[in-house]
């Protein structure tokens, strides 16, 4: 739900203090020691804030994936507090429809596509949208073909990339779920657990399109990449097994859609059998 404006307007308020204070402390060994949240889920706004100002200069555009509503995303901080513009992409119609009554809409250079976004569409709608070349900041939060969208994007050559990853696999595995132009992550399997890809299979992704995984939120959802030729210090080239955070939430589910709460390890045993792509054999396998 929307929250009103002046709670909003506090909120940022508040975002400011904090993340100027954590700016002020630093610089971070580990990227989640500089987590805040304002508008993000979990810390991103501050990890965004805080490798912004580690790589600066860069181009004040950004373009998220996967937003709902974007009451709660990875950029409405960037986009409030920066200033930056930017392209919203999400397949909800009632998100994007209450997006656009946002005072935010006109108040910064915001567009937003409704699209079910594929690899055959990405740098399409990217394209059509005016955005081109050297961008600061992509975020993709798709629940499914993450890897598969962003190994495709070639329209637009991100400084920071922010990918969804899904824990459950594990920090060892190079994997992720085959592509599906159809992917939806509740149909895909009854456990919710089955998408997107393990976070050693984004980092070998990241390494060939020339990125550098730099770590991961401590909820261990997001992974974060700097473009290689950007790569600073104490930032460094991490692998999947050290970025690699174990998340805590509970989101299984049974076979007729309840809640099952599941922890650990305990979350992959729904899914054995299950076929992923290895990203090293090019090959699929199983879970």
């Known amino acids: 739900m929307r929250l009103p404006r002046s709670v909003d307007a506090l909120r940022l308020v508040e975002g400011r203090r904090e993340i100027a204070e954590m700016i002020r402390r630093g610089p971070y060994e580990r990227i989640t020691d500089a987590e805040v949240a304002v508008f993000s889920q979990f810390g991103d706004d501050g990890i965004i804030q805080y490798l912004i100002n580690l790589v600066k200069p860069l181009p004040d555009s950004f373009i998220e994936i996967g937003v709902e509503d974007y009451s709660e995303a990875n950029t409405r901080f960037l986009l409030m507090n920066n200033n930056w513009q930017g392209l919203l992409m999400d397949a909800s119609a009632a998100g994007l429809a209450r997006l656009r009554v946002d005072p935010l809409f006109w108040r910064h250079a915001l567009r937003a596509e409704r ?161 992923v792509w290895d990203v090293d054999t090019q090959a699929l396998t199983t879970l």
């Open 115 to 275: 699209v079910f976004v594929t690899r055959e569409n990405i740098n399409e709608v990217i394209t059509r949208s005016g955005f081109k070349g050297e961008i600061g900041l992509l975020s993709i939060d798709l629940d499914g073909n993450d890897y598969w969208v962003w190994k495709a994007i070639n329209c637009v050559q991100p400084v920071i990339a922010i990918v969804e990853y899904n824990s459950v696999f594990g920090p060892d595995r190079a994997i992720t779920v085959p592509y599906d132009p159809e992917f939806v992550r509740r149909q895909a399997h009854y456990s919710n657990l089955y998408f997107g890809a393990s976070i050693s299979g984004l980092q070998r992704l990241g390494q060939r399109l020339g990125y550098a995984l730099v770590g991961s939120n401590s909820a261990g959802n997001n992974a974060y990449f700097v473009r290689s030729d950007r790569l600073v210090q104490p930032l460094r080239a991490l692998a999947g097994s050290e970025a690699h955070r174990e998340s805590r939430f509970r989101e299984s589910r049974d076979r007729n859609g309840k809640p099952t709460y599941l922890d650990g390890p305990a979350r992959l045993e729904p899914m054995l059998g299950l076929q």
